[in-house]
C-alpha cells in the first residue's frame, strides 16, 4: 500500500514531467506556418481539458484532508 509520502512524491514527480513537456513546447513558439506542428490544436486542447480536471480532481480531494 503506498503512503502520503509516495503519493506526494509522484505528484512532485509529474509536476516535472509537465514542466519540461511545457518547456518543450515553448510558448507555441515550435508551432508556426512555415513549420505546423504535427499534432491539432483541437486535440491538444482535448488533452488540457482532461489535465485540468486530473488537477481540479487532486485539488478538491487534497482539501478534504483534516476535514
Do not use: Y
Not at 512524491?9 to 511545457?22: F, M, Q
Not at 488533452?47 to 480536471?53: C, D, P, R
Amino acid at each position: 500500500m503506498k503512503t502520503s509520502t509516495d503519493f506526494i512524491a509522484s505528484l512532485k514527480h509529474e509536476h516535472a514531467r509537465l514542466g519540461r513537456v511545457l518547456g518543450v513546447i515553448d510558448d507555441g513558439i515550435w508551432w508556426t506556418k512555415e513549420k505546423p506542428g504535427r499534432v491539432k490544436v483541437e486535440d491538444l486542447q482535448e488533452l488540457s481539458e482532461t489535465i485540468k480536471a486530473a488537477v481540479d480532481e487532486i485539488e478538491r480531494v487534497v482539501g478534504q484532508i483534516g476535514s
